[in-house]
């Protein structure tokens, strides 16, 4: 009997944590924004990451404004070019009505689920 009590007490907590992260689309506060939680993209190319920062839209569906700023962020990846290294491609994003931009960092040698920055919503 407390084997099922902890079975069904187990199931019903994993439904409950994947039901808020697919909710709020929001991995957690620091996705895109910190160095050491960029946004997967993957492919090699910045293609995707285009794709990508082009479906992002303001809170209240503001279309955004993005650059590239450059690369940065040396880190150890697999899928790297040279060797097992790679660098993160950091963007400036903002919107009309946003009083200044922020930056996001993207990795285009990883893949993985694609969430949303806080303070921006997906079309």
């Known amino acids: 009997m407390k084997k099922l009590v902890f079975l069904l ?9 994947t039901a808020t992260n697919s909710a709020t689309s929001v991995f957690d506060e620091t996705y895109g924004y ?4 960029p946004i997967k993209t993957g492919d090699l190319s910045p293609t995707n990451s285009h794709r990508y920062l082009s479906s992002l839209e303001g809170p209240n569906g503001e279309e955004i404004s993005y650059g590239r700023v450059g690369s940065c962020c ?19 994003v903002t919107y009309s009505g946003k009083k200044d931009s922020v930056y996001l ?11 949303t920055p806080k303070g921006f919503k997906r079309k």
């Open 9 to 17: 007490f187990s199931f019903s907590l994993i439904v409950a944590c």
């Open 74 to 92: 040396e880190f150890k990846t697999k899928n790297g070019f040279l060797g097992n290294m790679g660098l993160l491609d950091k963007y400036w």
């Open 34 to 37: 910190a160095e050491k939680n």
């Open 105 to 115: 960092y993207l990795n285009i040698y990883d893949k993985a689920e694609l969430g």
